[in-house]
C-alpha cells in the first residue's frame, strides 16, 4: 500500500518568514495530493492539493509543487501569519472509483512567532 | 450546504466499557465516508471507509467495528474498550467518483479510556 512520509515534524518561524514542509510518497500510481490544515481541537480542513498532471499550484500565500519522478511534494507558506500555526498533514491518493481512500503523512505542527 | 456531526465532543470511559460514536452527514446522498484515529504527536490512521450502506471495509485488525445503518449515518462501536483506544476519533466523508477526492472532517471525539 501507500506510504507518506512528512518533515519536519516541527517547524518554528519567525512571522513574514516563509515555511516549507515536504512530503514523498511510495505508491507511483498515486495522482491526487491534498494538503490538509488541522487547528487546535477541531477536524483537518483542506487548504490547497494537486492533481499529479500539474506540477505546481498557488493560491494566494499557499503553494504546492510536485515531482513525480522524486516521488515528492511540497507545501511553501510565504508571509507567514500568526494565524497560520497549526498542524499541517499532507496526504496521497488514487483517483479510483470506490473508496478513494487517502493515505496521510504524520504531521508538521507549525509555529508562527512573532 | 453539506454538513458532518460528530458526537460526543468528549468522552472518558473506563477500560473493559462500550463505546458508539455517531457520525451524520447532511445535505448530501450516498458519500464515502470514513473513521479515522489520531492518536497524540502522530498521524491520521484510517480505520473504516464505507462505500454504501451495509458496505464496511477495515483498514487495520482492532478492538473497534463501524456500522452504516443509514446512508448518511456512520457508527463507531467496541464492545470492551481497551487503554489503547484512547485517541481522537474523526469522521469525514467525501463525495464518490469526483475528480478530486476532498474529505472533509468532522470536529472530532476525544476519547480518554481509563
Known amino acids: 500500500g501507500e506510504n507518506v512520509e512528512q518533515h519536519p515534524s516541527t517547524l518554528s518561524v519567525q512571522e513574514g518568514d516563509s515555511a516549507v514542509i515536504k512530503c514523498t510518497y511510495s505508491d507511483s500510481a498515486s495522482n491526487y495530493f491534498p494538503w490538509y490544515k488541522q487547528e487546535l481541537g477541531k477536524g483537518p480542513q483542506l487548504i490547497i492539493d494537486i492533481r499529479s498532471n500539474v506540477g505546481e499550484k498557488k493560491d494566494q500565500r499557499i503553494a504546492v509543487t510536485l515531482n513525480k519522478t522524486a516521488k515528492h511534494f511540497s507545501l511553501h507558506i510565504t508571509e507567514t501569519q500568526p494565524e497560520d500555526s497549526a498542524v499541517y498533514f499532507c496526504a496521497a491518493s488514487r483517483l479510483t472509483g470506490g473508496g478513494n481512500k487517502l493515505t496521510f503523512g504524520t504531521g508538521t505542527q507549525l509555529k508562527v512567532e512573532l | 450546504s453539506q454538513t458532518i456531526h460528530q458526537w460526543p465532543a468528549t468522552l472518558v470511559q473506563p477500560v473493559g466499557s462500550p463505546l458508539s460514536l455517531e457520525c451524520t452527514v447532511e445535505?448530501?446522498?450516498?458519500?464515502?465516508l470514513y473513521w479515522y484515529r489520531q492518536a497524540a504527536g502522530r498521524g491520521l490512521q484510517l480505520l473504516f471507509y464505507s462505500v454504501g450502506i451495509g458496505q464496511i471495509s477495515s483498514e487495520v485488525p482492532q478492538n473497534l467495528s463501524a456500522s452504516r445503518p443509514q446512508d448518511r449515518q456512520f457508527i463507531l462501536s467496541s464492545k470492551k474498550l481497551l487503554l489503547s483506544d484512547s485517541g481522537f476519533y474523526l469522521c469525514a466523508w467525501s463525495v464518490p467518483r469526483r475528480a478530486k477526492n476532498i474529505q472533509y472532517f468532522g470536529a472530532g471525539t476525544r476519547l480518554s479510556v481509563l
Open positions: 445535505g448530501t446522498s450516498n458519500p464515502n
